[in-house]
């Protein structure tokens, strides 16, 4: 078990002794990781946000109760893991529209009313930082998280402790006040549902085969398409079995029948603009529709691209300023409105 460092405890004792900022280079080293933890927990970079203050909160009240037996971040993602647990249970889990309906029809329109906001949000990848490992941009691909919440709260936390975090199932277990048969018995549950749910290669390991050039080959091809209103050119990148989503709206497409109509009859007799970036550890490009009324092209969706080789097998188009704001927050470089 790995235990705090001499110049921690330092900092420890100035912070016990009331010193913020020895508390700030604490925990610092430790929030973007954190930040991330409670994204996958929650799917949701708002209550990912929630999560990570509580959790900044807990452990400050809480610096008398930490002896440095464990480490420090061993003992920040305990309390950011029972955070998630405890926001978890006040409401349902979030999915991708792909699970939650059948497609559309050929020519339906979109937007079947939804209740409430259950979708997973997109996750910017400037938030994972420059030296994220492939290990960490592979846990928030949208693949991964929509399947992760499809277990059960306990079972979520124990797989990421384990598997992302790299916790022992002791620290596991100490983490989430259980025993060490119950988190083997949790993650055993919880790989046989990822097994099933999520797909046999993942976007790191395609990206990969693919290369840089070709990457950006593809998005460029698709930004052009899209703004060129080339329906023919959008579907030419497209696999057969591809989909198209717009959450929060439940309406989804498959295949490029269903997808050529939705484009024609629907954002391709709009204006658009489009600036690359990338979410969730996947190419993605943040789209900007004419607005008359203000005279410039403004933020009205984020695609976040599925590949398969060197074409696109989805397109998960979220929609609404709130997630847009905060991706572009988030993102810190993309334009809030484009003029020409």
């Not at 699970?99 to 906001?117: K, M, Q, W």
């Not at 979708?119 to 400037?126: G, K, L, S, V």
């Not at 050119?233 to 997808?259: C, F, H, K, N, Q």
Request: proline share 6%; charged share 25%; with cysteine.
């Amino acid at each position: 078990m790995a235990t705090t460092q001499p110049a921690d405890l330092s900092l420890l004792a100035a912070a016990r002794a009331g010193d913020g900022r020895a508390f700030d280079l604490l925990v610092e080293p430790h929030r973007r990781e954190l930040h991330a933890h409670c994204y996958r927990m929650l799917a949701s970079l708002h209550d990912a946000e929630d999560a990570l203050q509580e959790t900044m909160l807990r452990a400050w009240r809480g610096l008398a109760r930490f002896e440095g037996r464990s480490s420090l971040r061993t003992w920040l993602y305990a309390i950011a893991t029972n955070a998630c647990i405890r926001a978890v249970e006040r409401r349902p889990p979030r999915t991708l529209p792909l699970d939650a309906s059948a497609p559309a029809t050929i020519g339906e329109v979109p937007g079947r009313p939804l209740v409430e906001s259950v979708w997973i949000e997109p996750y910017a990848d400037e938030r994972l930082g420059p030296d994220a490992v492939y290990e960490q941009r592979e846990a928030v691909e949208l693949a991964f998280v929509a399947a992760l919440h499809h277990l059960a709260p306990l079972q979520r936390a124990v797989l990421l402790l384990r598997q992302v975090v790299g916790l022992s199932a002791s620290e596991t277990a100490t983490a989430l006040e259980t025993s060490v048969a119950g988190v083997n018995s949790a993650l055993q549950r919880a790989r046989k549902v990822i097994d099933e749910r999520a797909p046999a290669q993942s976007q790191q390991a395609t990206l990969r085969t693919l290369g840089d050039e070709t990457r950006k080959d593809l998005v460029e091809r698709y930004m052009q398409a899209m703004e060129a209103a080339d329906v023919d050119a959008v579907i030419e990148l497209l696999v057969d079995g591809a989909t198209w989503s717009m959450p929060p709206l439940s309406t989804w497409y498959s295949g490029l029948d269903a997808i050529k109509v939705f484009l024609e009859e629907h954002p391709l007799r709009q204006q658009w603009r489009h600036v690359p970036t990338a979410a969730n550890g996947q190419p993605a490009v943040l789209c900007y529709l004419w607005d008359d009324e203000a005279a410039a092209f403004t933020p009205h969706a984020l695609d976040v691209l599925t590949l398969a080789g060197p074409r696109i097998a989805a397109v998960d188009a979220f929609l609404g300023h709130k997630v847009l704001d905060e991706f572009r927050a988030s993102a810190g470089s993309l334009p809030a409105e484009i003029t020409t």
